[in-house]
């Protein structure tokens, strides 16, 4: 296995779970919450800024031109004069390209597709399901409460959509950014992580 996989994921499909079984699957590293330890240490950062960034990103263009604050919209400005989001948003993508450089990985969410864009030996990977199936999981697997699970999965996807659509400058959900996307709904997580398999070719 030579290739660096990248994995997008609507919440409550088992994305995580998937790049994990992955992962052990070809014997390579696993980067989720892993990545956030390791920017921290490198940046300087507390950890609470890198999970807290998702929280704080806006797709409003009104909101970014008046703040000036868009990462590659304002690089002539230099790195002093960008806001503290978007500091956290430059360190994480820089431990992202040097974790990329260590050898085959997978990586979930953090626009980690993005930033590797110019890589030729990445693969990125979306896992899709229903709402159906995601409530399901997220009660079971998260011990969401049943009534107010719904609300959880549309406020999460809501923030990754904004955190990715604000810092990528394109939908989370336009499917055409990926190398193939997944329904775990359908296949299941275990027939999910075959299908990718088969799909690397090994």
């Known amino acids: 296995m030579d290739k660096v996989i990248t994995i997008g994921r609507q919440y409550g499909s088992g994305g995580r779970e998937i790049g994990e079984k992955l992962a052990k699957r070809y014997g390579i590293p696993f980067y989720d919450n892993e990545l956030i330890t390791r920017a921290a240490k490198e940046s300087g950062f507390a950890e609470e800024s890198f999970q807290n960034a998702e929280d704080k990103a806006t797709n409003s263009l009104l909101y970014s031109l008046a703040m000036g604050i868009n990462v590659y919209g304002n690089q002539d400005f230099g790195f002093s004069g960008l806001s503290l989001d978007d500091r956290i948003f430059l360190a994480q993508s820089n431990v992202?390209?040097?974790?990329?450089?260590?050898?085959?990985?997978?990586?979930?969410?953090?626009?980690?597709?993005?930033?590797?864009?110019?890589?030729?030996?990445?693969?990125?990977?979306?896992?899709?399901?229903?709402?159906?199936?995601?409530?399901?999981?997220?009660?079971?697997?998260?011990?969401?409460?049943?009534?107010?699970?719904?609300?959880?999965?549309?406020?999460?996807?809501?923030?990754?959509?904004?955190?990715?659509?604000y810092h990528v400058g394109e939908k989370w959900t336009n499917l055409n950014n990926y190398d193939l996307v997944v329904r775990s709904d359908v296949m299941g997580i275990d027939n999910a992580v075959e299908c990718i398999c088969t799909y690397l070719g090994k």
């Not at 992202?96 to 969410?109: D, M, S």
């Not at 110019?118 to 693969?123: G, K, L, N």
């Open 96 to 165: 992202i390209r040097k974790i990329a450089e260590e050898g085959p990985c997978v990586i979930v969410g953090r626009c980690a597709d993005y930033v590797l864009k110019e890589r030729e030996d990445v693969v990125n990977i979306f896992i899709s399901a229903s709402m159906d199936y995601r409530l399901k999981r997220a009660i079971v697997q998260y011990g969401l409460e049943e009534k107010k699970a719904a609300g959880i999965i549309l406020k999460n996807d809501k923030r990754r959509g904004n955190y990715y659509n």
